[in-house]
């Protein structure tokens, strides 16, 4: 790989179709890195194990999200786009690294605690870990960056300090302690206008949806709960569907609706309506280069076996130079 500013690496569970969430919220970012960065960006099945059970749907899932990173842009000739089951490297050193943290440390995680308070029933040992295997993804791929949202910096700081530990404890500086790239992810409401957009929510609206089943799903979303009627005049401040259009539409679209909404001037539905014409607009590129990628199934496998491929060059040296430092040769 060519060093252009560093190395980022990303991660995201294979989730499906991706939502307008997931796109302005990560997918768009991972897009732009990629003209200062090499990018490594990974499909994190073995995470998915954690919370998934339905464990059936990982492959379409991987699949399905992998064609949509595709079609929005990512460039499989210069990024590594994988899977990270794919390179088995990363459990080796998972292992080791968790022989360097402390079993307090990892359960005292407001994330663990999340997880456990919401899957009472499955506390796997695997969720334990997590934050190790996160560390052990970054690490092994040799990442110098990773773009990380106010909720995940304490999960870097971890990475850091897993980092610093073996280090000390080993007298070799072998890995690159990660830096946060912090970034300004905005927080997308789903349909409901409550809760952050999101599949398990079923809030969501996918960037694969044909226009018409778009106008239909838009058609559904909540909108100022004060305005009743037509004629009443909105706030569009706690309008999710013009939070929307501050991402789609055009400044004219947006300083109208700004304007027009207040005094009852546009109504609901008319707003809904250019929202779902301006997300036609924009998607319209995304969602042709996606059916044409869809037409060769066999398409996505290719790169991310290819991508798996130029994963294991970076992993296999990182293993040799981690087993060597902590005496396992
Ligand atoms: P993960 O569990 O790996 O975070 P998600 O599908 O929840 O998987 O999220 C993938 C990426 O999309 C993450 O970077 C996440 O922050 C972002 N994301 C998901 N939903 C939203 C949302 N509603 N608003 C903003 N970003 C989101």
Known sequence: MSKKKGRVFSGARPTGRQHLGNYLGAIRNYVELQAEYDCVYCIVDLHAMTTLDQLHRIRLNTAEMALDWLAAGLRPEETILFVQSHVPQVTELHTILSMFTPLGKLTDLPTFKDKVRLQPQNINYGL?????????????????????????????????????????????????????????????????????????????????????????????????????????????????????????SSSDDISMIDRECRKAGIGCVDCKNLLAKRLN??????????????????????????????ATIVAAE????????????
């Open 128 to 248: 334990v870990g997590y934050p190790v295997l996160m560390t052990a993804d970054i690490t092994l791929y040799k990442a110098d960056v990773v773009p990380v949202g106010v909720d995940q910096e304490s999960h870097l700081e971890f990475a850091r300090e897993v980092v610093r530990t073996f280090h000390y404890r080993t007298g070799r500086q072998v890995l690159i302690e990660p830096q946060m790239k912090n970034t300004e992810f905005p927080k997308v409401l789903g349909t409901d206008g409550k809760r952050k957009m999101g599949k398990s929510e079923d809030n969501q609206i996918e960037l694969a949806l044909t226009p018409k089943e778009t106008e239909k799903v838009v058609r559904t979303m909540v909108t100022d709960p004060q305005r009743q009627r037509r004629d009443d005049p909105g706030d569009p401040d706690v309008c999710n569907v013009f939070t929307l259009h501050k991402s789609f």
């Open 281 to 310: 607009e924009h998607l319209q590129p995304f969602r042709e280069r996606r059916s044409e990628l869809a037409k060769d199934p066999q398409y996505v496998w290719e790169v991310l076996e290819d991508g798996a491929r130029r």
């Open 318 to 329: 990182t293993i040799a130079e981690v087993k060597a430092a902590a005496g396992l040769t």
